[in-house]
């Protein structure tokens, strides 16, 4: 499957945002060629582009004729998706407009590409209803759109504007190219979970054993965040219920944020009545510390003691008050692990496992890749080659998709 993406850079704050997009296309293996408009390299160097896309930046000139040449026609025969992010009102009205007065609106122009825009501005330009308009009459030529959050914007205003996370605009376009294109309407497909509630948890927790220690595992959450972003972009509601994790999430993601077992488990028996699917990824401590202190533990002598006593089981929790969920759990095993994971659906009353070997090259803890199997609770089984996070949780989304329509 080629995946190439042309991203169009256009003249706003959100430009900084938009080097972090290019960084995480690159990590999935998407090749990324750059076009800045002329504004947006007052905004940020093209040096910053070119050494992220590991490609020449097309600045917005006609100065080189060879630019203009290989630039417009090249780039947009190359594109299987065109990302504009940040797109500033102005480049909006443009191409609405059907104005090609530089590389970028002329590259848009020629090019055949599914496009989405990444809207980023102050509330009051968003809100006008040229914008709007305008954005209305690309929709309905099937341009596509990620939906800006609201917010403190960096004009100091407060309101809808600011362009959306960098994992939703990567996962969004990793759903348009992995699109069969011939199949229609390509937005229902992407847009499949609206009106689903979700409810996700990652990372691992920490379990106090006196104020600066604590006892905790090497879950970095990626896989868990992996899903809330893939879900949320597909338009699901998402609450993520996260251990401490050193991960940003969209602001359209219901975030908790919990630090023990017990907290967690408050968190998801809180939310799980009101979900049609769980997807625990986190790896909460199966222990906690019985006698942590309250101060500091001083060096008086060479060894203490901790006594651990066992947490309660979150999943088997839910599961034994499942209604109509769909209940996703994993299973981080070393060994033995499909006999583990069918073991874990049968005790947990699970719907479907994602077991994985953390101990695998290229599948576990605080990596981008994933190697795993999905188990169902009615013994299909799907063996899946090495892939990255974000398309581990495409399939995991598909997955559950295919379940809720079954049902
Ligand atoms: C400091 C500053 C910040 C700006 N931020 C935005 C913005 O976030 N969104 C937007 O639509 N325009 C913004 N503008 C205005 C655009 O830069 C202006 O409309 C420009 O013509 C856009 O050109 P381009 O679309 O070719 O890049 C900003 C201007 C300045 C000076």
Redesign the pocket.
């Known amino acids: 499957m080629s995946r190439n993406v042309v991203m169009g850079?256009?003249?706003?704050?959100?430009c900084y945002k938009a080097a972090d997009v290019v960084s995480r296309l690159k990590k999935e293996g998407i090749e990324v060629d750059v076009i800045m408009?002329?504004?947006?390299c007052?905004?940020v160097d093209p040096l910053t582009f070119r050494t992220l896309s590991k490609n020449p930046v097309v600045t917005?000139t006609f100065a080189t004729p060879e630019a203009w040449k290989v630039g417009h026609v090249a780039l947009a025969e190359k594109a299987d998706v065109m990302l504009i992010a940040?797109?500033?009102?102005?480049?909006?009205g443009?191409v609405a407009s059907g104005i090609a007065d530089?590389m970028?609106t002329t590259t848009i122009m020629a090019s055949r590409a599914k496009i989405v825009f990444a809207?980023?501005?102050?509330v009051n330009?968003y809100e006008n209803p040229i914008v709007q308009e305008n954005i209305e009459r690309l929709k309905a030529r099937g341009y596509y759109f990620i939906e800006p959050g609201s917010g403190l914007?960096?004009?100091g205003y407060e309101g809808k504007?600011r362009?959306a996370e960098p994992p939703e605009i990567v996962n969004y376009v990793h759903r348009l190219l992995s699109e069969d294109t011939e199949a229609a309407p390509a937005s229902a497909k992407v847009r499949d979970l609206e009106g689903k509630r979700f409810l996700v948890t990652a990372g691992p927790t920490a379990e106090k054993i006196d104020p600066v220690r604590y006892i905790s595992n090497r879950s970095s959450g990626k896989m868990g965040f992996a899903v809330a972003e893939a879900a949320f972009s597909r338009g699901a509601e998402v609450t993520l219920v996260t251990g401490p994790v050193k991960l940003s999430c969209s602001p359209g993601i219901r975030r908790i944020d919990v630090s023990t077992t017990r907290e967690m488990l408050q968190a998801c028996e809180e939310v799980f009545p009101d979900v049609d699917a769980v997807v625990k990824a986190a790896a909460p401590a199966d222990f906690y510390v019985v006698n942590s202190c309250e101060h500091k533990i001083k060096k008086k002598s060479d060894t203490i003691t901790l006594e651990l006593a066992q947490n309660p089981d979150i999943l088997k929790t839910l599961g034994s008050r499942k209604k109509d969920q769909i209940l996703v759990g994993f299973a981080a095993e070393t060994r033995n692990l499909e006999a583990y994971a069918e073991k874990k659906i049968a005790d947990k009353n699970l719907d479907m496992i994602v077991a994985n070997d953390v101990s695998a090259p290229g599948a576990g803890f605080d990596i981008d890749t994933n190697i795993f199997t999905i188990i169902t609770a009615d013994g299909e089984k799907t063996a899946y080659e090495k892939m990255t996070k974000a398309e581990g949780a495409g399939i995991i989304l598909d997955r559950i998709g295919e379940m809720m329509r079954k049902r």
Not at 86 to 92: E, R
Not at 119 to 122: F, K, Q, V, Y
């Open positions: 850079v256009t003249g706003g704050i959100a408009t002329q504004n947006a007052h905004f917005d940040p797109a500033t009102a102005n480049v909006i443009k530089d970028l809207p980023a501005m102050n330009m914007l960096a004009c504007g362009m």
